[in-house]
């Protein structure tokens, strides 16, 4: 067969915070060659699939050479001459010559780089684009981008507490005008910014990172931009919000201290009255990890109180892991999950996550991770998942525009049949 996997190797590469990461490289017997790019994440949670670092001199510790060590011997062996169009037997292959519940033996980079890799050569072999593959000839919707516009938390240096503030054309008819009403509007914020005298840079995602006096301030900045831009809040665009709550509470638990801020400390309920206080001010349309991960009964207040009016979304709580997710479906902890392709490790895994909340009626969000290449697997796999609704950063930074290109590519092939939708 044409699609048997010749070879498979791997090397070290660096992302787009300067740390290694795994690339890899697989061939069929019909000369089809593909790679992927594994991305790595800053805000993480306790329960992802293990990024194998080599804790050596080497980048300061960073090095992923193990990993590459591991694709070049143990996994190679297991998978040349296996059929590339069988992914999940690929996956499962790679997850049993494992054998640990984290994926620690081979690292959950090797794991994923050999599994994008290996999709993106079944369907190149077969003359199909990769979103087709994946999902089907009915993959056709285009996801709304939920654009980083600015940054506080372990994203930023400055007095923000909550990690991510987004911009969402949810109002936009296509994926190519959501994409212009969130990239003027990018930079209508930036010449605010720069007329007083706050900083323009940018942080790991391409958000800028303002010495803001407040978290209210930075959301007051953006409705100042959108309105500047000639748009309307809450129906052209809205906002979505990361807390990242892990970031601020020191037992990852109850205990939160909005040190950025200078707000100081706080229980669960007052995260979630404070919630309440921008939600009737503020156009927000999705709250992703109000809480953190281990504040399982904050988490399923906070989805009972304003579960109606908007998307609650987990992250470091359910870790695109079925086990955690379906703990959360049956909690009502929130009604959304975020889905990170290097958080549990192989696109199996991560479809069968997009399954289960699919199955509850519960929405998903694909996601990008601070720490990118310019491998543009996750614009695919957010069309294939038909989940309506991606962030893979802002409107700057190469790594990320490579994402919201791909989709403009897709878009246009796919010919005036896309559709592009928040619900």
């Given at each position: 067969m044409n699609t048997l996997i010749e070879s498979i190797y791997a090397l070290e590469i660096l992302d787009s915070r300067g740390n290694p990461t795994v690339r890899v490289y697989v061939e069929l017997f019909d000369g089809t060659r593909e790679f992927s790019s594994v991305p790595s994440g800053a805000s993480t949670g306790q329960n992802e699939a293990l990024e194998l670092r080599d804790n050596d001199k080497r980048y300061g510790g960073k090095g992923v050479q193990k990993a590459v060590d591991n694709v070049n011997t143990l996994i190679a062996d297991a998978l040349e001459g296996m059929d590339a169009t069988r992914q999940k037997d690929i996956d499962y292959t790679m997850i049993?010559?494992?054998?640990?519940?984290?994926?620690?033996?081979?690292?959950?980079?090797?794991?994923?780089?050999?599994?994008?890799?290996?999709?993106?050569?079944?369907?190149?072999?077969?003359?199909?684009?990769?979103?087709?593959?994946?999902?089907?000839?009915?993959?056709?919707?285009?996801?709304v981008p939920c654009m980083n516009i600015l940054n506080g938390g372990e994203h930023a240096d400055n007095s923000v507490d909550f990690q991510e503030f987004m911009l969402v054309p949810h109002g936009a008819p296509s994926f190519k005008e959501g994409l212009r009403y969130?990239?003027?509007?990018?930079?209508?914020?930036?010449?605010?910014?720069?007329?007083?005298?706050?900083?323009?840079?940018?942080?790991?995602e391409g958000g800028f990172a303002p010495d803001c006096e407040s978290n209210e301030a930075a959301i007051e900045l953006i409705i100042e931009a959108i309105n500047k831009a000639g748009y309307s809040p809450g129906k052209d665009l809205s906002i979505a919000v990361d807390n990242a709550a892990n970031s601020f509470c020191t037992n990852l638990k109850d205990n939160y201290d909005l040190v950025w801020s200078g707000r100081g400390k706080m229980t669960s309920d007052d995260l979630i009255n404070l919630a309440g206080v921008w939600l009737e001010k503020y156009p927000i349309i999705l709250w992703e990890d109000p809480l953190a991960e281990k504040d399982w009964d904050g988490f399923a207040k906070f989805t009972e109180k304003y579960g109606n009016k908007i998307e609650v979304v987990g992250d470091d709580i359910f870790v695109t892991n079925t086990k955690y997710i379906q703990e959360g479906i049956n909690k009502k902890t929130a009604n959304s999950c975020l889905i990170k392709l290097n958080q549990i490790g192989s696109v199996t895994e991560t479809i069968e996550a997009v399954r289960m909340c699919r199955d509850a009626g519960w929405r998903y969000f694909l996601s990008h991770r601070s720490g990118e290449t310019e491998d543009t697997f996750l614009a695919d796999f957010a069309v294939a998942m038909d989940g309506g609704h991606l962030k893979t950063g802002s409107a700057c930074r190469g790594e990320r525009i490579a994402k919201y290109n791909r989709l403009l590519e897709i878009e246009h092939e796919l010919a005036g049949r896309s559709e592009y939708r928040w619900k």
């Open positions: 049993e010559l494992d054998g640990t519940e984290n994926k620690s033996k081979l690292g959950a980079n090797a794991i994923l780089g050999v599994s994008m890799a290996v999709a993106k050569a079944a369907a190149k072999s077969l003359d199909i684009p990769l979103y087709q593959y994946l999902g089907g000839t009915n993959a056709v919707r285009i996801p969130v990239a003027e509007t990018f930079h209508i914020l930036k010449g605010i910014l720069k007329d007083r005298g706050l900083a323009t840079s940018v942080g790991d």
